[in-house]
């Protein structure tokens, strides 16, 4: 009984496996689909090569303007720090030039 289970079982499998290698009923030919093979990936492989190279190059583009902004916050502190160190060292100047002798009205003098 076993035997007879064991060869229907690999009867129904082997013509399960004929009638699939055949692929679907009117015809065709068996075998991997027209979608299907190394054509489609290099074609794949190849595009997603661009869009990589293009991803680095606007991601080099953007940590360019980040870097030329920063340099110009950068210029600009200095900037204003020079002003401030303009303003600073202008009012000592005109603090000492008005505690000088003989530089008050002329009456005092």
């Known amino acids: ?47 997603a090569k661009r869009e990589a190279k293009q991803e680095k190059r606007e991601f080099g583009q953007t940590v360019r303007e980040e870097a030329h902004n920063k340099t110009r916050i950068m210029e600009h502190k200095e900037l204003k720090e020079q002003k401030k160190e303009q303003k600073k060292e202008q009012k000592k100047e005109q603090k000492r030039i008005h505690q000088q002798p003989g530089h008050g009205n002329a009456s005092t003098q």
């Open 1 to 47: 009984m076993k035997r007879v289970l064991a060869l229907l079982a690999g009867v129904s499998l082997l013509s399960f496996s004929t009638v699939y290698a055949k692929g679907p009923h009117g015809g065709g030919p068996a075998g991997p689909k027209p979608y299907q093979g190394a054509g489609i990936g290099k074609e794949v492989s190849g595009e």
